[in-house]
């Protein structure tokens, strides 16, 4: 067991400090001491990082700290720890470890004993959650579904019964995919699309899966999807479309459609007669 009092030890410290994901005005004074006070800044792109430190005139040196070095930058942001230097990591936008970088580094410092500390500051996540119109509480963040088709199609089967509202973050260019995905996955939900959160372009475009789809042409920016969570009601029309997929995935593997059905009966802990009853009645 560790514990961590923040402010009651000469510890170094790895700070975790949000950054604006738009309206540089949403800095908050404490991040920028913070930037001002440690001993080395670890950027997630340091071209990006030094327009906003030059914004508020933070002077701090900056090293890198990304994807593609996380595990060596890591162990040399931990020495400069056990040097008794103060660190701060920070994202390209929004919070550090947040479907950015940053995990690595702070579970090394843990285990050496040092201080994680959280700056807080902006999350495009909660801000397109609290404006979505959907339930706060509970709620899943998923982050960027995989790139590979059949990888999202598992993910979001994954996250299909869940009664809690669903957070997505997407890039532009698979957003049409990814609503089709959730459409044929989730059913015709209601959602939300949140777009360049807190710049002058923000846009909020909510309604159901089917009607964002006939609207939507092309879209830019950063985004964020918050998907309405399953409905009990949804449950039989789910489990009709599930049974109805497995069974011809097994007729189209050989197997004759009696067979298909008491397999999927087994599968699903059904009667051979509900399977039968649910299948023909979809056919």
């Keep these: 067991m560790k514990i961590q009092k923040s402010f009651m030890n000469e510890l170094p410290t790895l700070y975790l400090v949000a950054t604006p994901i738009g309206n ?9 001491e913070i930037l001002n006070e440690v001993d080395v800044i670890a950027a997630e792109d340091t071209r990006t990082s030094l327009k906003l430190l030059q914004h508020f005139k933070i002077t701090t040196h900056v090293i890198s700290h990304h994807n593609f070095n996380e595990r060596q930058s890591s162990k040399g942001i931990v020495n400069l720890l056990k040097q ?60 960027f579904l995989s790139s590979s088709m059949n990888e999202a199609i598992k993910e979001l089967k994954q996250v299909q019964m869940y009664p809690c509202t669903l957070l997505f973050y997407e890039a532009p260019h698979r957003l049409v995919r990814t609503l089709k995905l959730i459409q044929e996955v989730l059913g015709d939900r209601y959602l939300c699309v949140a777009r360049e959160l807190t710049k002058k372009h923000e846009e909020f475009i909510r309604g159901t899966v089917s009607e964002l789809l006939s609207h939507l042409q092309e879209v830019k920016g950063e985004l964020v999807l918050v998907v309405e969570g399953h409905r009990k009601e949804d449950e039989k029309d789910i489990l009709l479309k599930d049974v109805h997929i497995k069974v011809e995935e097994y007729i189209a593997l050989g197997m004759s459609p009696s067979i298909a059905i008491k397999t999927v009966a087994k599968d699903f802990g059904l ?13």
């Design 84 to 143: 008794g230097k103060h660190v701060a990591i920070i994202s390209d936008a929004g919070y550090p470890l947040i479907s950015d970088p940053g995990l690595n580094v702070v579970s090394l410092a843990i285990q050496e004993g040092f201080n994680v500390v959280p700056i807080s500051g902006s999350n495009a996540a909660l801000n397109a959650l609290v404006a979505s119109g959907l339930p706060c509480q509970p709620y899943l963040f998923w982050g």
């Design 271 to 283: 009667s051979k007669n509900e399977v039968y009853q649910r299948y023909f009645n979809r056919s």
């Design 24 to 32: 540089l005005d949403e800095f908050t004074p404490r991040a920028i």
